[in-house]
């Protein structure tokens, strides 16, 4: 097969060879580029005269043609690929071996003790993913003489969750349109797909649910299944299984029930005669994930039936496939007196056992949605006998959209190794989520996709690195955000040291910049809307839940959330450990405060400062921090691909405005609160809060 | 300046030239593709040598830039730039020259009368525009030796009309998102911007407008001024002017007062600070377009005023500056008695001579809304003291979006040739728009966009073609859709004879094509909603004219709507001549047919079959068309880039699908009006009504 052909990557890697610039993202980190140091490309070309394969399998081949096309870049050269090394020396074996020593099917080994490097995995998925590992380490410059790498992913279901409509509009999406053009399938396949399970691949992901939560029952339409079957077809040869978000009450909407209620022997057989007819398109067809009885979508609390009667009458229907549940736990009621912070515990935790075994529960990694900063949800630990997933979020709704800079990994970190308790010291959320801590069948983590048809697939090049960390992260956890950083940079940025090292400690501090800017010390959710700008004022919503008043409680006395026993008492659904950890205000750590607290104004913080001193100086120093990425950043100019700098010299300084705009915007709203002044040495806010909400009140207009 | 670092068109094209694959489309029609035939590219390059411009703008700086980059391309090597011919000869001198003899400032001359190929125009624009002619010469294989080039735009303000909104969607767009990244802008400035500058400026478009009609208030804010000034600044220097679409009632929507009445001072007022704001962030601004009370906008009938009583306040807004007002006269009533095909000449015929100096009244091709086929809008010819610009759709609203490929070229066409007949024979549709029968000062043309962020720019590769027409017709409407068709192709797909001859063929036959499978004999607006999918069934709507039946007025007794002295009597409106041609239903030419007459479905028709078998033999000889494009592109394989061949193959398998879905859909609707069977040979549907409506529900599901 002529690859040339088929790959964009290759031509703009030719292209890159030849020229070295003129970068638009479009490769993320397989550049492949032609390695410089002459010593170190000829050393690799040693070791890679030849690629051994008995390409028998759709994976297979993609795993020998990804690494012929990575060498001819890297070395410059056309490294053949043959069936069988047999007696030769010098080159690359592709093997698969259900004897080798891996935890899991999808592990790969990869060593250099005999004559030739090989990688050898139980599966040719692993093969594939030990064959991007070795591309890898001759992206980062290791040495391969004496490889001797070996790794298994701790999670089994590594998945991608695309927020996409029918229309082509992305919720929560900041890089253009939808990847998938619905009115060109199946006939048309846009060359994108592959590179997109490419990407994936190289990381690990194994699964992608391709639409929206909010679900459209059009995905469970003949004409709809054929277009979705296409897209399985491409991604199939990267092991990466399609899923689909379904809309629950689609018995009624396009099966012509009266009803959709899971227990109704109608609705049963016909989700059973729906997935029959979906597995015959998509043989490898991943499942369902399900929005239900949330933000207002139907659900089978509609019929008066639980979660678990909802999710275990897909999981029979599921029944005779390998095929799984992703129940979402995201659920909250518009009700006043409650604390949304309690909602997903109530609602869940007393169904943990009732769920089939199919049945995997996807929880958000905080207990309310998305923030900047948030405790880890308290269902984590709670569900013992129920496999739960862990739900982040890659694209940047409540983190700058496509014009902050905000680097993830620490986001991920925090949450996954935070520790619950729940059996004893060492119960991270990790080990939860890895089943490690309850000896789930089934682990499962997601990430809602931040790429779009935006050339750069994430609209801001450098969230480009939150896909990478959310990949690498959900492979092995154990990774260290740092390390991650720096493979990211040093495949996609620069491989010059003084530059790796700068941004990536722009990188690492970026997500701590963007809370002391946004929300700092236990604040949250400011927005309502669209989230484009800062409202903290608003106090009209269609529910009280959806107003930014709601989250922040600021009045005369203070600010912050009282969540102890005094409050809403949220704290009771954590271990006591954890509780002792945030129910003292004197020790609560500042980033949690007023998650938990409502602190009067006048209060000494633990830094001497006042609380009302310690907000302006978060705000203050958040905004000014910008500046310094943006100095940082300008360091970086020699090192980096001329289109790119200027591209995120742009969002930078774009950062920078609205990091003063936000820092404004709340100053000026809690100011009369305080009815303090903007402490020394900050200079106050040069415009007022009636001129900062004129500039919010733009995103209303149409 | 190193261009090198600043275009991506170059870096391809250098990829090109190396490897001659994997065309993506971005480049559109300005490919400049090495020369393959050595003896031609040495002839060319001994007339080019050198480039002399004394670049003291910024536009003339565009034009040695895009022919620097053109020739490297098309040679193979970089002619220098340098400031004057002196003695040197063999080069080609770009000089603006304000005694060259042209009927109007942006026309250009190109000689090669002695010793150096020269460029010359009045103005800098000009000397753009003639490099693009020059480099077009080169492109399509043309010899330049005695070179004797002359052309002058037919009409002065040349547009594209963007229906983008403020989220990046585009109504009726379906080519991705817009182009412009409104939330990066100012301070990232996206490399396509100039790129679609350069494509416009070689099609000799001079204007833009960037927002859509059902226009947002926020681009009149100073936020979003500042965006809108950037994009400017990227356009100006290839001769582009920015426009905006702007919201009527925005005096009270953020300027904060209690009405919006044109004639009130206050409104005035406002409007002429906000034109002085304009100007003094976009000193070259265009002007305004407005929808005004149309479809549920706003207006100056909210005010007990007319259309020139706003249009006129704008224009005074508008009066220190070289800016225009064009005011949209797509207006109707939600009225059942009514016809919209009457409305607006009823609401505008009577306001002739009323509207400011300042002001265009930017009328649609039709009198109802870019239907495949219409007949002319009556105004037309109407309105002698105010001058009427034209307005086309280039995006396939009504034509099969970005999945059917229709070559627009012979809709323009006809539409300008057509005869009103308001000033004697010849008085073509043409001669209105151009001034030249009705000597308006003011002349305009303009085409609402199908350009989006996909990487194609329009989606379907094909439709490139039809901005390209609009482009070079809207410069020189004599051109023939022949004539464009093959530059296009030439410069965009391939130069093989064979090959061109047989795309020109398809793209010339398009049309007709489409129309015969989708709306034959004056079929018209058999949509509702989305416009994705056949439903001349519905009617149910908020308004009567958004039904179908209100189009097609189908019934037991026949089809067709009747506007002649017996029904709605639309074709008063028309002068008799043109009334003569359609008001006899013996004598009406088939195309325009149901657009005027009520036929009973066994009147045999001028062909010598019933009504019904002549629809029939429309409906499935469109259908089977199709199928004969899919064979007439099948040969041109060997000549076309891979990816694009497939690319279109997919559209184009789409596309024979959903023609014989509309066939169906038609047929088997009105078959129990007319009581016939599909007559031999044709082979009657497969499916049933039910099962197209079912398919037409799809696109109803969110």
Redesign the interface.
Known sequence: MNF??RS?FL??L??SV??G??D?GYRLWLKYDLIRDVAKRDAYARSAQFIAVNANSLVLKSAAEELQTGLRGLLGKTVPIIATAGSRSGGIVLTVNKNVAQPNEEGYAITNRSTNITITSKTDAGVLYGTFALLRQLQTAQPVERIALSSSPKIRYRMLNHWD?????IERG?A??SLWKW??LP???D?RYKDYARANASLGINGTVINNVNA???FL?A??LEKVAALANVFRPYGIRVYLSVYFPAPK??GGLKTADPLDPDVKKWWADKTKEIYKAIPDFGGFLVKANSEGEPGPQDYGRDHADGANMLAEALAPYDGIVLWRAFVYKADPKADRFKAAYEEFKHLDGKFNKKVIVQVKNGPIDFQPREPFSPLFGNMPKTPLAMEFQITQEYMG???HWVYEAPLFKECLETDTYVAGKGSTVARVIDGSLHGYQLTAIAGVANTG???SWT?HPMAQANWYAFGRLAWDHTLSSETIAREWITMTLTKETKAVNTIADIMLKSRNIYVQYNTPLGLSRPWTG?H?APEPWQNQSSRPDWTAVYYHRADSTGLGFDRTATGSNALAQYRPEVRQQWENAETCPLPYLLWFHHVPWMKKLSTGRTLWDELCTHFYTGADSVGWMQQQWAQVKPSID??LF??VT??L??QH?EAIWWRDAWLLYLQPFARQPIPAPFKKPERTLEDVKR?AD?YR??
């Open positions: 040339l052909k964009r031509f703009i030719l292209l030849t020229y610039y003129a638009d409509n029918t229309n082509g509009t900041y253009g349109e009115f060109e006939e048309t396949i060359p459209s029952a059009r339409t004409e709809y909407t396009i959209f496509a014009t048809s935006d050339r609209g669209a484009f001329p289109e200027a591209n742009g969002r300084a774009t405005k500039l733009i207009l149409r």
